[in-house]
């Protein structure tokens, strides 16, 4: 049974009193001490505009979660309420010191995907929607769940028990531009691995804008009936972005919203996959080099799928690979084990089971330069396929693990990230993406909780080391934005830092 915070400790005190005088001492002491551990981690913020409020808290054997409700500012600069869940392994608590943070974006981690984590001994978060019950419902990636992913990261950042320099940000799809987009805006962030990522949104709404009619999107029975089955089950998207962002696809609206648009901001190492089967994040947007010519006998007349017909804004038109330094990229075209199933169109609708369980493939990735890009050679897609067109077990693992405890790099934080960053502090941000309505979109939590952010984050930073302090001041120093005055310090930084927790009634600094 799922108890908010208040009926959980009124519930348990109860049973409490009735145990002690039935004489059961024992038993009493083992329940207490299952439950204290995480009723006490994570508790209300109160005071102050953002303050996150604890909602649910639940324990499944040494795995303990709590869901958390969350304010934060929407697109068009109004207050607006979602949730985030966090997961923790018992053990990782006993263990003493502060914990990594893994946090999943834009889709939802359930607690059989976070126990894998939790169980390494992070500390996973979550976005969290409603299930009919009442709770929150889900955002579109380019609108409020950008803002509710950026208010989460900044908790996460709040919370006492977390390593604020050790934060994996991953997702896939939409969660993996997500988490791309976040490793952009957020410092420090230590890894990044996001699958099958929408890098070029300009291109991806126009494969399926392009493709409604051969789809059949929109008729009765569409998905069953559609000869691109998967592509018509979430054609709808287009319709969803143009309500915020308009439909003019050669606009500069989508190439800002794109990963291709912000690459300088994303400094930490990262470990990303596509296929070339992919028939909803097409390769052409990742790699010129690596498309396969579709069957067209097996897709309807009319279908499209070429990158440079179909990119209409003039900004967007590079392929990924291509925007990336050469001697920064690593790239690993992976062959096809024999052990892979191809997916059928029964299996993509949910009429047959796939049950194969081919081995795992530890995604290959270089410890020496900063991309590491792994391109499943799958053939061309099959006008059924998915992201994938076949059983793909090839988790980021090895990457995720060797950075857990990994020390903050100084290449981490450069001109363009600082410069970011005191952008966020100064609330003016630049290149933002031109709303429907005209209006650039609000990408800006509370101000105090973002230039709370902001500071504690280049404090961390610059307290690693005496070299990562002085690469910050050489950076600031050759910044046009100053909003600390000519030069910079730490004992200035640190001094800011404590002026903003103390007007948000935060006490802890650290």
Known sequence: MDLSRKEHQAVAKAFTTILLSLGF????????????????????????????????????????????????????????????????HKQAIEKGGKLPAFSQSHYEQNAKGAKKWCEKGWAVFTPHYGKGDGEYGADMPVGDSYNLARAIIQWIHRLPFIDRTRLHVTGGSAGGYMAMAMAADAFPVTSLAPDAPVVNWAYTLNHFEVNKTVSGFGKPDAVKESPLPVMCMVTGLTDSCYKIFGNDLAGDAWYHLSPISYLDRITCPVSMICATGDMLVPIGQFSAKHVYSIDRTLFPEGYVYDFAELTLNEASRKPFVDLLPENDLFVHVQERPADLHELTRANVLGEEKETSKPEVIDRPWSRDKQWSLVILDEGPPLPHSTHFRYTWRIPPDSFVDAHQEKILGMALLT??????????????????????DGQPAHRLNYTDLEQLDVVTGLLDYAQISEAHAARLFELYAKSELKPWG????????????DELRAGLGLLDAR
């Open 486 to 497: 000519v030069s910079l310090t730490i004992q200035s930084l640190e001094m800011k830092r």
């Open 415 to 436: 001109q363009a990230k600082l410069d970011w960053l005191l952008r966020r502090y100064m609330g003016k941000l630049e290149n933002t993406a031109v709303l429907a």
């Open 25 to 88: 001492l024992f038993c009493t002491v083992i329940s207490f001490a299952e439950t204290s551990w995480i009723d006490s981690l994570v508790v209300d913020e109160i005071g102050f505009d953002g303050a996150v409020t604890v909602a649910k808290i639940e324990l499944d054997e040494d795995i303990g979660s709590v869901t958390v409700t969350i304010p934060y500012i929407d697109v068009y600069g109004k207050p607006k309420m979602g949730q985030g869940r966090i997961f923790i």
